[in-house]
T-cell receptor, first 116, second 111 residues
Framework: NAGVMQNPRHLVRRRGQEARLRCSPM?????VYWYRQLPEEGLKFMVY????????ESGMPKERFSAEFPKEGPSILRIQQVVRGDSAAYFC??????????????FGEGSWLTVV | DAKTTQPNSMESNEEEPVHLPCNHS???????IHWYRQLPSQGPEYVIH???SNVNNRMASLAIAEDRKSSTLILHRATLRDAAVYYC????????????FGTGTLLAVQP
């Protein structure tokens, strides 16, 4: 867990504002995943990215949510015009490569978003 | 994605071994079996993974049935800090490579 860095750890936003969550993968990892965990619910996959590419966004809500992983810098999960239902813990994970099921995916400590 | 079935909850006593079962009858030949755990208010933590042979590491052991349709995570001496939700996950061997979490097993450890 220690290697995947997420910030902010806690974020409070008013309805209608934007939330930006950042994730720096472990050193040497080029693949990033975002997951969301609503209160009292399980972890839901949102998106899988490689540098400058979105590989799988099948879990992303169709509107207001976007993700990027630029060539330089952290991955960003952006939520526009937040609503109370967006309040959740957002976890980022990283892995060193794709296509090999044995590679381990490591998670960060999460970013807790509260929409008031 | 292949699915796994785990008991919703289990209880153990401190310093006793714990065997957490997982059924995955539809596993494919290239699916790895991964175990993660999540402590309250923390991110998922990798525990162990394997393909066909039993595996051991400093945290736990993974026993995989010969037909690979089930596996068991073994905590040799449970501590209070092992109280968590334990997830058994089949890793997608395709290009997406993502982990799909089920509901897991909530392990309670009694002192």
């Amino acid at each position: 867990n220690a290697g995947v860095m997420q910030n902010p750890r806690h974020l409070v936003r008013r309805r209608g504002q934007e939330a930006r969550l950042r994730c720096s993968p472990m050193k040497g990892h080029s693949h990033v995943y975002w997951y969301r965990q609503l209160p009292e619910e399980g972890l839901k996959f949102m998106v899988y990215l490689q540098k400058e590419n979105i590989i799988d966004e099948s879990g992303m809500p169709k509107e207001r949510f976007s993700a990027e992983f630029p060539k330089e810098g952290p991955s960003i999960l952006r939520i526009q015009q937040v609503v109370r239902g967006d309040s959740a813990a957002y976890f980022c994970a990283s892995s060193p490569s794709d296509g090999v099921s044995g590679n381990t995916i490591y998670f960060g400590e999460g970013s807790w978003l509260t929409v008031v | 994605d292949a699915k796994t079935t785990q008991p919703n909850s289990m209880e153990s006593n401190e310093e006793e071994p714990v065997h957490l079962p997982c059924n995955h009858s539809t596993i494919s030949g290239t699916d790895y079996i991964h175990w993660y755990r999540q402590l309250p208010s923390q991110g998922p933590e990798y525990v162990i993974h394997g393909l066909t042979s039993n595996v051991n590491n400093r945290m736990a052991s993974l026993a995989i049935a010969e037909d690979r349709k089930s596996s068991t995570l073994i905590l040799h001496r449970a501590t209070l800090r092992d109280a968590a939700v334990y997830y058994c996950i089949l890793r997608d061997g395709g290009a997406t490579n993502k982990l799909i979490f089920g509901t897991g097993t909530l392990l309670a450890v009694q002192p």
